[in-house]
């Protein structure tokens, strides 16, 4: 006994493909200042990334509505991620140095 063969998987819409003559779709300038931003709090000045979660979420809202005109949600993503890494570390160091402060009065 055989049995027939399966039916093929159902197509699945995707973005266009990409070949010769056409080109991805540019960054917004929103997404890259945003991974700038928060590459710089993470590393030197963390109040920067307090700017990079800001500048993500709109970079992110502004990538949705372009509709596929404008790129760069992962470079968002990674921004708005840096960003809260670097605030997190503020409010670390923040809670370090009070701790610190009120120790040292303490033994004074």
């Known amino acids: 006994m055989s049995y027939p ?14 070949g010769p003559g056409s080109s ?4 917004s300038g929103k997404a890259v200042a945003a991974l700038v931003l928060g590459i710089l ?3 030197s000045c ?15 809202a502004e990538i949705a509505a372009s509709g596929g005109r404008l790129g760069g949600e992962g470079l968002a993503k990674v921004g708005v991620i840096l960003g809260w890494v670097a605030v ?12 610190f402060f009120v120790i040292l009065a303490a033994t004074s």
């Open 24 to 27: 991805p779709p540019p960054n």
């Open 41 to 43: 709090g993470l590393v």
């Open 88 to 99: 997190a570390l503020l409010v670390l160091t923040l809670v370090g140095l009070f701790f």
């Open 5 to 18: 063969p399966p039916p093929p998987p159902p197509v699945q819409p995707g973005p266009p493909p990409v």
């Open 46 to 60: 963390q109040p920067l990334g307090i700017a990079a979660v800001i500048l993500g979420k709109q970079a992110t």
